[in-house]
């Protein structure tokens, strides 16, 4: 592999390792993954889409993600409405609604269809609910976050050209001045 692309990797594999040890993720539980491979190069958001690029960061953090118990949401980009890919699976134990679509590079980004040509039953969705979820490239994430997303501050904050900001969520706290919370 070029060395642009292994710094690619290794940046999103610190990146993806240090959301994970924040602490706050429960296997079993979806993180969602946006990701603007044009950022990544420096390029304006959706103005550059590379595949190799999508594939470098894919093959960087799915193994992270299984190995801490998660299943992974790519999120795909504006001109497939910010749908997601998940497994089947996935798909089928959440509850999420199933859409037809897959997503190529200039439809769905690189990095959606890198996810989407490495999983074994891959599906899209329109939405999820996700407990962690990293965003690289200020692909706006937030949608697919449960309530409340609570921001994870990173040190591992860039992939190559792209800001990584990371969140957790947490229940929300509801009551008022008399509540109690754990």
């Known amino acids: 592999m070029v060395p642009m692309f292994d710094l690619i990797k290794k940046q999103a594999e610190c990146s ?7 602490g706050n993720f429960t296997p079993g539980n979806v993180v969602v993954v946006g990701c603007s491979t044009s950022e990544i ?3 304006k958001i959706g103005k550059g889409s590379e595949p190799e690029v999508g594939i470098a960061v894919a093959e960087a953090i799915i193994p992270i993600i299984k190995e801490h118990g998660g299943a992974i949401a790519a999120q ?6 910010r749908a997601l890919i998940v ?6 134990k959440f509850c ?3 859409v037809s679509v897959r997503p190529v590079p200039k439809a769905g980004g690189s990095f959606a269809t890198a ?7 891959p599906v899209a969705v329109e939405e999820v609910k996700a407990t962690l979820g990293m965003d690289i490239g200020l692909t706006m994430i937030g949608m697919h976050m449960k309530n409340v997303a609570v921001p994870i501050r990173l040190y591992n904050d860039h992939i190559y050209n792209a800001i990584v900001i990371a969140a957790y969520s947490r229940p929300k706290l509801i009551g008022g001045v008399r509540a109690v919370y754990k």
């Open 41 to 43: 190069m420096g390029i």
């Open 115 to 121: 996810v989407y040509d490495s999983m074994r039953d």
């Open 96 to 98: 999420y609604e199933i």
């Open 76 to 81: 795909c980009c504006e001109h497939l409405n």
């Open 16 to 22: 993806m390792e240090e959301v994970f040890n924040s």
């Open 87 to 92: 497994e089947r699976d996935t798909a089928e």
